[in-house]
């Protein structure tokens, strides 16, 4: 497995810019999730796929994201018009279709957003 | 709802001490549980994962932790501190029936010293 691979690593936007970024998750995890850290705090769930459907949402998603995964491979989070509170880290994580529940996440390095 | 606190933001201790990191859960079914290790600017790293198996897990470098469902608990626990453990350490359930989605503790540092 080469690992989850996030890019960018870092992103510097001004306020009301488009952002995305993307996710290569690990070889044949179906599963893909995306989440949102700001500092002090924990990994907060915005988004899943399994293969390319968008089966779940947090309330955290709001309408200036968006999240795609057309070929079930790597996926893009988009953030239209951002702002200074959108300053965060993202990370996506992966795990296999199969498998116990309890099968752990495999998490990416992250992008740092910042928004001036 | 499924949630974690973890109590204390910050941890100190001195090299070849015991490391002792509490989580405490609330879930309405079994839950799973893990903890994760961050090091600067990366990602989460898997340390250790209660599946129901048994109550007394083991992880990587070192660190186990027990699930003890009388008092909804799952402490990370390290006989002999190392300068390298020195990272934000994560404790996280998940539930069947609340989604896939991981469920995220505040975090605790923790400081290693010579």
């Known amino acids: 497995d080469t690992g989850v691979s996030q890019n960018p690593r870092h992103k510097i936007t001004k306020r009301g810019q488009n952002v995305t970024f993307r996710c290569d998750p690990i070889?044949?995890?179906?599963?893909l999730y995306w989440y949102r850290q700001t500092l002090g705090q924990g990994p907060e769930f915005l988004t899943y796929?399994?293969?390319?459907?968008?089966?779940?949402k947090s309330r955290l998603l709001s309408d200036r994201f968006s999240a795609e995964r057309p070929k079930g491979s790597f996926s893009t989070l988009e953030i239209q018009r951002t702002e200074q509170g959108d300053s965060a880290m993202y990370l996506c994580?992966?795990?296999?279709?199969?498998?116990?529940?309890?099968?752990?996440?495999?998490f990416g390095p992250g992008t740092r957003l910042t928004v001036t | 709802a499924q949630s974690v606190t973890q109590l204390g933001s910050h941890v100190s201790v001195s090299e070849g001490a015991l490391v002792l990191l509490r989580c405490n859960y609330s879930?309405?079914?079994?839950?799973?549980l893990f903890w994760y290790v961050q090091y600067p600017n990366q990602g989460l790293q898997l340390l250790l994962k209660y599946t129901s198996a048994a109550t007394l897990v083991k992880g990587i470098n070192g660190f186990e932790a027990e699930f003890k469902k009388s008092e909804t608990s799952f402490h990370l626990t390290k006989p002999s501190a190392h300068m390298s453990d020195a990272a934000e350490y994560f404790c996280?359930?998940?539930?069947?029936?609340?989604?896939?989605?991981?469920?995220f503790g505040k975090g605790t540092t923790l400081s290693v010293s010579s």
């Open positions: 994580a992966s795990r296999p279709d199969k498998g116990a529940p309890s099968y752990e996440q495999y």
């Open positions: 996280a359930v998940r539930t069947n029936q609340a989604g896939t989605a991981l469920i």
């Open positions: 070889s044949e995890h179906n599963r």
């Open positions: 796929f399994q293969n390319e459907a968008q089966l779940e």
């Open positions: 879930s309405s079914v079994p839950p799973y």
